[in-house]
């Protein structure tokens, strides 16, 4: 089945700096690549996505980039905020299942 | 337009009872699927149900079940319920089966004693 893995579990940044997160999957027929991010106690947030067809796709401070051929997607998020510290999890397409997670970032910037 | 909303919010129950959650999707979402969270094994799929039809199901043992009605709202099921059932179960829904897009409820956070 697909397998998403996911780096580093946990991440700590000053405040301002860029945070990276990598995942990578093995079903080479993945065309649609999420992040969400959740915060303590809350629902998983739809931040970014990414289809196929594309190599990057930004939407202010946060950018998504692909490489299919090394399967594998990153999200980048610049210039750090308090706001920013949640646990940030990457997915994608399996067949018939909707989404397979990676198992989370826990991001924490650092003012 | 309301987002994806989930109740009850807050469940304790004991080894051996059983348990019924309830998901209401986005209005005009067609395609409910069920998630299980924990710290340990993260998000793990349990089904999806579209047009009153499960879809696809995960991997886990048939004391899990769910059902969709024709508006959409889906109910999942657990009995027998064991200490390590003791969760967050997210539901989320999309447009339709082909719509990749998910949006997510805020949780059932179960607990089992």
């Known amino acids: 089945g697909e397998n998403v893995e996911q780096h580093p579990s946990t991440l700590s940044v000053q405040e301002g700096d860029s945070a990276v997160i990598k995942c990578t999957y093995s079903?080479?027929?993945?065309?649609?690549f999420p992040w969400y991010k959740q915060e303590l106690g809350k629902r998983p947030q739809l931040i970014i996505d990414?289809?196929?067809?594309?190599g990057e796709k930004k939407d202010q401070r946060i950018a998504v980039t692909l490489n299919k051929t090394a399967k594998h997607f990153s999200l980048h998020i610049t210039e750090t905020q308090p706001e920013d510290s949640a646990v940030y999890f990457c997915?994608?397409?399996?067949?018939?299942?909707?989404?397979?997670f990676g198992k989370g970032t826990r991001l924490s910037v650092i003012a | 337009k309301a987002g994806v909303t989930q109740t009850p919010r807050y469940l304790i129950k004991t080894r051996g009872q059983q348990v019924t959650l309830s998901c209401s999707p986005i209005?005009?979402?067609?395609?409910v699927s069920w998630y299980q969270q924990t710290p340990g094994q993260g998000l793990q799929f349990l089904f999806e149900y579209f047009s009153e039809t499960q879809r696809n199901k995960g991997n886990f043992p048939g004391r899990f079940s769910g059902r969709q009605f024709s508006n959409s709202r889906s109910e999942m099921n657990v009995s027998t319920l064991e200490l390590g059932d003791s969760a967050l179960y997210l539901c989320a829904s999309r447009l339709l089966a082909e719509n990749n897009e998910q949006f997510f409820g805020p949780g059932t956070r179960l607990t089992v004693l």
């Open positions: 079903d080479s027929a993945s065309n649609y």
């Open positions: 990414i289809r196929s067809n594309v």
């Open positions: 209005s005009g979402h067609r395609s």
């Open positions: 997915a994608a397409p399996w067949g018939n299942t909707p989404l397979v």
